[in-house]
Each structure stands twice: as C-alpha cells, then as structure tokens.
C-alpha cells in the first residue's frame, strides 16, 4: 500500500489477556517506531527498528511489551497480560532514516493507529 | 518530566483570527518538527527546521525556531475550521530520537 497500515484498528480485551498489534511500513523504509498515544496526550516513544534490529527499546514501559521486526518489513507489538493502564492509542511511524542517529530532516509516516481498550 | 512544553493546552477561537502556539524546551536540538493530528488519524509532518533563527511559510503557517534552538513557534493567519486538530512538536536531541511535546489542541469555530 501507500501508506503506514495498522491493524487492528481497533481491539478490545480483557484485563490480564494478550494483544498482538501489527504494522505494515512503507515499502523500502528501512526505520520503524512504535508510540503510545493516551487520551488527550502527545506522543509516547516506545521502541525504534533501524532494519530488523531494535537500537533503542529504551520506551518500552515493562517487560510486558515486546517488539519485534522480519524481513525489514512488517512489526508486532505485543502485550502480554494486559492491564487497564494499557489503553490507549498505539502508533507506528516508518521512515527512510539510513544516516544513523541524528537525520535531522527525517520524515516520519504515520498510520492511524490501533485503539486498544482493556476493560 | 517533559522534555517539550507546549502552550497553550487548549485554544478555540473564531475563523479568521490569527493565532500563535509555543514549543519549548531547556534541551538544545539539531532540528524541530510540527505535526497535525486529526482525530482517528496519525500524525502528519507539517515541516522541519533545523537552522537555529530559521523561519519557514506554508500557506498561511508561518514557523519559527530559536536562535537557541531550544523553542519554535507556529503562527496561524486567518484561522480556518480545517485548522482544526492536535499540534505536536517534536525536538531531535543530537545523536538521538525525536521526542515529542503533549501537543496543542485547536478548535477552530466558523
């Protein structure tokens, strides 16, 4: 596609359950972000793939939350045992960032999103 | 503790006013990057500066970055009811990611 796609765009649990969130980036965008959104809120930073690898997971708010990234193309996010403080939008961006850390007129793309809600 | 400030929080006025919002920060950046958000969508890069006292037009936005390279502002003339939504700063430390302020939230009335 065109553009950054999330799915679902949408997901509802149970409190205790375990979401998988999945992105697909553009085509041929080598970096890849993971951010939380809550209500109201800016932007949260939770991990960043330059490739498959992952340089910076330094967002990630408990070992709840794991990324992964293949074949430098699709990304999961997954929570295990979610909790109610869990909610919120969650957001991936992908770029053509390949100068290291510090491309200063890097584009992030973003998609619009999976609204995760954990009753 | 957020790294970017921004002000105000909330801001609704009438189409056809001129309107100004603030980013600020005590970190020095390489560059800075204003973002609107629309609701249910992601956020959508409005445009970059990364010369300090660089001052940038789009259409009716007008951007600055300080001389400092520690704030930017953004200028909206003639507000329109398009204008309205969320915008997101977000500063590049050098060497590291962008970090992103908790946004501003325009309402703009017709």
């Known amino acids: 596609g065109a553009g950054v796609s999330q799915s679902p765009s949408n997901k509802v649990t149970e409190k205790g359950k375990d979401v998988e969130l999945r992105c697909d980036p553009i085509?041929?965008?080598?970096?890849l972000y993971w951010y939380r959104q809550r209500l109201g809120q800016g932007l949260e930073f939770l991990i960043y793939?330059?490739?498959?690898?992952?340089?910076?997971k330094s967002g990630l708010p408990s070992d709840r939350f794991s990324a992964e990234r293949t074949g430098e193309s699709v990304s999961t996010l997954t929570i295990q045992r979610t909790q109610q403080e869990d909610s919120a939008v969650y957001l991936c961006a992908s770029s053509l960032r390949g100068q290291g850390p510090g491309a200063t007129n890097e584009k992030l793309f973003f998609g619009s999103g999976t609204q995760l809600s954990v009753l | 503790t957020q790294l970017l400030e921004q002000s105000p929080q909330f801001l609704s006025i009438q189409e056809g006013e001129n309107l100004t919002v603030y980013c600020n920060s005590s970190?020095?950046?390489?560059?800075l990057q204003w973002y609107r958000q629309e609701p249910g969508e992601g956020p959508v890069l409005l445009v970059t500066?990364?010369?300090?006292?660089e001052v940038k037009k789009l259409k009716r936005l007008t951007f600055q970055f300080g001389d400092a390279r520690k704030d930017s502002s953004l200028h909206i003339t003639a507000a329109q009811p398009g204008d309205t939504g969320l915008y997101l700063c977000a500063g590049r430390p050098y060497g590291q990611n962008f970090v992103f302020g908790p946004g501003t939230r325009l309402s703009v009335l017709p």
């Open positions: 793939f330059q490739g498959n690898s992952a340089p910076d």
């Open positions: 085509s041929g965008h080598t970096a």
């Open positions: 500066v990364v010369t300090g006292g």
């Open positions: 970190s020095v950046f390489s560059s």
